[in-house]
């Protein structure tokens, strides 16, 4: 247990759809980062959020949104599903998300999408 | 933050050490190199890090060239369970920016029995 909690596990969807994935990072962590992976796209970042705030934005689409709450959890929207965005979804944190960027990351186990 | 190049994959025998080479020759001053695995069906898992001096932690070392335009993870007895996708990733010394990785596409390790 990497101490990062990912839920659901797996998820099965039709097209057009919404859902939310979530994640409770590490605890002392501050930092969360989402990240997809798909076969043919491999690890794709998509958003960082530190504290509550965002703080970088990768290859996020407009369909997709995230926020991080108080308590430090986040969730990722994805809405209006089409097929390709079945992928493996990770989240992963990280004591903090400036300047000591030589800190590392710890993933969870991810949420397996099936968008069908 | 600077690429890296990997090779798409590599076997090695089990009980035997592998060196996963890593190139990075655009590098910055202040970038971090950084390296994780993805094992089957898992999420990506930290390996090990440095900046200009070779390291060494349980699982595995990190050799640094001196020019520090490549790197390589020597695991030094490959098991079964090393059987991974290696990432190498080089991390700058942001101060406001985010602090997100760029992974690659990774050096996919194969252990032979």
């Known amino acids: 247990d990497s101490g990062v909690t990912q839920t659901p596990k797996h998820l099965i969807t039709a097209t057009g759809q919404r859902v939310t994935l979530r994640c409770s990072p590490r605890?002392?962590?501050?930092?969360v980062y989402w990240y997809q992976q798909s076969l043919d796209q491999g690890l794709q970042f998509l958003i960082q959020y530190y504290n509550g705030e965002e703080r970088a934005k990768g290859n996020i689409l407009e369909r997709f949104s995230a926020q991080q709450f108080p308590d430090l959890h986040s969730e990722l929207n994805l809405s209006s599903l089409e097929l390709g965005d079945s992928a493996l979804y990770f989240c992963a944190s990280s004591v903090d998300g400036t300047a000591t960027s030589m800190y590392g990351y710890t993933f969870g186990s991810g949420t397996r999408l099936t968008v069908v | 933050d600077a690429k890296t190049t990997q090779p798409n994959s590599m076997e090695s025998n089990e009980e035997e050490p592998v060196h996963l080479p890593c190139n990075h020759s655009?590098?910055?001053?202040?970038?971090?190199i950084h390296w994780y695995r993805q094992l089957p069906s898992q999420g990506p898992e930290y390996v090990i890090h440095g900046l200009t001096s070779n390291v060494n932690n349980r699982m595995a070392s990190l050799a640094i060239a001196e020019d520090r335009k490549s790197s390589t993870l020597i695991l030094h007895r490959a098991t079964l369970r090393d059987a991974a996708v290696y990432y190498c990733i080089l991390r700058a010394f942001a101060t406001n920016t985010g602090n997100q990785f760029y992974f690659g596409t990774g050096t996919s390790l194969t252990v032979i029995p």
């Open positions: 655009t590098i910055s001053g202040t970038d971090y």
């Open positions: 605890s002392g962590d501050l930092s």
